[in-house]
């Protein structure tokens, strides 16, 4: 599982492998791995004749260096990967919420001392100067705990954003960039419509994942299958083949979820939950993955 081929200083959850990290990881599957399609992958799964050595490559969200970094290196090794688009923040560019709320936070030059009403509570956005920890963060996750004011804030309120109804979490964003006499950069923006036709027309076949990046166990079942059928339609669109796998936004998944996902077209689905496909029994609506680490070797598959 990947979701960016970049290098940004800062990566709060690790969703970033560098390109030169992704050409390694490329040869080293090509070299050691049967790389399949994740369709093959599933159809061979199915069959119960997947190879032991077999991998498929994702990618979630519809990020653009997928087209400018990821795509040359994958078609130039001649490997296959799928996008599972979130079409919302592609189609309507109004990017990704998570991806504002690091910039407005993590990287503030001033301090601020404010208060923004988030779903229905005032919450204070509070910190001082830049600490030493802010001018490298590098190598630092959010799930490890904040090191800076910046950091704790940030993964405070990335939790209560999450949860929140998508209109709300735009209003929210705006009113944090308000607050702080800022817009988000969107340095790290999702393809736009005419970029993903160009991408499904090279090494990637296009998947779902929702409308708008929903959590999903917050939706009831009416609205999880309107943002997961909706968001099929929406791939439909870019794709040049049929959009048969979907992905969980944040892996956030539960077994109501899988009928759901069925009704809505797809023949099976990704969640984030890390491990190896069971070849003797696999759960095709809840197949495991592994995140991709950025480092040259790919040990962490095994
Ligand atoms: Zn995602």
């Known amino acids: 599982m990947y979701h960016r081929v970049a290098d940004p200083g800062s990566d ?38 997947l190879p032991s050595h077999a991998v498929a490559i ?34 309507r560019q109004t990017g990704y919420w998570f991806e504002d709320l690091a910039d407005l936070i993590l990287d503030a ?79 790290a923006r999702p393809m736009t419509q005419a970029e993903l036709g160009d991408l499904a027309r090279g090494p990637f076949t296009i998947g779902g994942h929702t409308v708008d990046h929903v959590d999903l166990p917050t939706l009831d079942d009416s609205e999880a299958f309107a943002q997961i059928a909706n968001g099929r339609t929406d791939a439909e669109q870019v794709a040049t083949g049929p959009v048969n796998g979907f992905a969980y936004p944040y892996g956030r998944c539960e077994p109501r979820l899988g009928p759901i996902v069925q009704a809505a077209g797809f023949s099976w689905a990704c969640t984030t939950r890390h491990a190896h496909v069971d070849r003797r029994r696999i759960d095709p609506y809840f197949l495991p993955r592994i995140q991709a680490e950025d480092r040259p070797d790919i040990d962490w598959l095994n």
């Open 12 to 49: 709060p959850w690790g969703l970033s492998v560098t390109p030169d990290n992704f050409s390694a990881h490329l040869a080293a599957l090509k070299r050691d791995r049967a790389v399949l399609g994740m369709d093959d992958f599933v159809t061979q799964a199915r069959a119960g004749t």
């Open 58 to 91: 994702t990618f979630d969200d519809g990020y653009h260096d997928n087209l400018a970094a990821a795509a040359p290196l994958l078609s130039a090794a001649g490997l296959p990967a799928t996008l599972f688009l979130a079409s919302a923040p592609s189609f």
């Open 109 to 187: 030059r001033d301090p601020a001392d404010a208060r923004v009403q988030i779903g229905g509570e005032t919450v204070a956005i509070r910190f001082g100067p830049r600490e030493s920890a802010d001018e490298d963060r590098r190598g630092w996750r959010a799930w490890n705990g904040g090191r800076t004011q910046r950091e704790t804030l940030f993964h405070a309120l990335w939790e209560r954003i999450r949860v929140l109804p998508v209109e709300a979490q735009t209003v929210t964003l705006a009113r944090i960039g308000a607050a702080l006499g800022r817009a988000p950069s969107r340095s």
